[in-house]
């Protein structure tokens, strides 16, 4: 049972708008956040982070906004460039689970078009 | 520093066939974790190990084993490989602290077992 999701496979946006990807999750305990990016034959990287005290996180280009209530996170991205075209997952964990781990959304594709 | 590595990159199988695979992290973290990705499922967690002669179970440990005789490395293990362990897998490291920390991706393995 998937308890991190991200129900929009892909996402297309011109550069210099907004890109906006959301991220769903289930479980209540969940109380900490991260996004990473992912480009072809490479490993994720950490790209931002969230902690349930807050409702919004931002650095740089990019701003991530918590919404406890609905269990809803989503990271925004502006301007776009086409550099941020990658793949990017969202991920969550919570105090129950030892050894720091995460669980992991199904990623959204990100094209920014020039 | 190199970051995570991970050995090899690219490996192809028959039913059957065993196999190693090798994660090494050069930034004494004290956490490692082995995942899969899949089209569709995003990062699933195997196995992780929060020091040095430990390991535990993920959310989907069956078919593979793990070793951690090093703070340095984590082998990924396939004892008989099965068309269903076709994959990408991710080896990752983190900080061993009390607190949330992000995890540090290699660059992967594909893996094909015809």
């Known amino acids: 049972d998937q308890q991190v999701k991200q129900n929009s496979p892909s996402l297309s946006v011109q550069e210099g708008r907004i890109s906006i990807l959301n991220c769903d999750y289930t479980?209540?305990?969940?109380?900490?956040f991260l996004w990473y990016k992912k480009y072809p034959a490479e490993g994720p990287t950490f790209l931002i982070s969230?902690?349930?005290?807050?409702d919004k996180n931002e650095d740089g280009r990019f701003t991530v906004f918590l919404n406890k209530s609905a269990k809803h996170l989503s990271l925004h991205i502006v301007p776009s460039q086409p550099g941020d075209s990658a793949v990017y997952f969202c991920?969550?964990?919570?105090?129950?689970?030892?050894?720091?781990?995460?669980?992991f959304g199904t990623g959204t594709s990100l094209t920014v078009i020039p | 520093n190199a970051g995570v590595t991970q050995t090899p990159k690219f490996r192809v199988l028959k039913t059957g066939q065993s196999m190693t695979l090798l994660c090494a992290q050069d930034?004494?973290?004290?956490?490692m974790y082995w995942y899969r990705q899949d089209p569709g499922m995003g990062l699933r967690l195997i196995h992780y190990s929060v020091g040095e002669g430990t390991t535990a179970k993920g959310e989907v440990p069956d078919g593979y084993n793990v070793s951690r005789l090093k703070k340095q490395n984590f082998l990924l293990g396939l004892e008989s490989a099965a068309p269903s362990q076709t994959s990408v897998y991710f080896c990752?490291?983190?900080?061993?602290?009390?607190?949330?920390?992000?995890?540090?991706f290699g660059p992967g393995t594909r893996l094909t077992v015809l």
């Open positions: 991920a969550a964990s919570g105090r129950q689970y030892t050894g720091n781990q995460f669980y």
């Open positions: 990752a490291s983190s900080y061993g602290r009390s607190s949330y920390n992000e995890q540090f």
């Open positions: 969230i902690s349930s005290i807050k």
């Open positions: 930034m004494n973290h004290e956490y």
């Open positions: 479980n209540s305990m969940f109380d900490y």
